[in-house]
């Protein structure tokens, strides 16, 4: 197992190129396993601030922790689906509006019919669960 040597060789990385975004990626989830959340935010906003797509998902999820606000997770997924349209940011957009306190079907069955039509190298039955989900709200 390499991660204490990358925890360790990660920050270094960054320092010799500020523009590492995957290093900020990596700390980010570092700090979120050690319940850094603060530190974890500020890392995967680094990240997002490269145009480290995985980093918009990452960061939008801590809306379920309450660590961000709805509006923000929300903004964040739709920066992530004008920068690489990708299915994993609609996916993600749906979900939020299946929650129970943002219950809003037809905006989730838009963003699971755009995650459908764009497609993804997820399995096909993966899209299809999402997608019937939201169907039979």
């Avoid at 890392?43 to 809306?63: D, E, H, V």
């Avoid at 749906?94 to 838009?110: D, I, S």
Wanted: aromatic residues 16%.
């Amino acid at each position: 197992d390499k991660s204490p040597e990358l925890i360790y060789t990660t920050p270094k990385a960054i320092k010799i190129n500020p523009e590492f975004k995957e290093g900020y990626y990596f700390l980010g989830n570092v700090y979120d396993l050690q319940g850094k959340f603060d530190n974890a935010l500020e890392n995967y906003k680094r990240a997002m601030s490269l145009g480290f797509i995985p980093a918009y998902i990452t960061y939008a999820s801590f809306y379920q922790e309450k660590l961000i606000s709805f509006e923000d997770a929300e903004e964040t997924l739709l920066q992530a689906s004008k920068l690489d349209e990708n299915c994993e940011a609609y996916l993600q957009l749906g979900n939020l509006y299946l929650l129970p306190e943002h219950l809003n079907e037809e905006v989730a069955l838009k963003y699971f019919t755009k995650a459908k039509e764009i497609g993804s190298d997820k399995p096909e039955d993966w899209l299809e669960i999402y997608y019937e989900r939201s169907r039979k709200l």
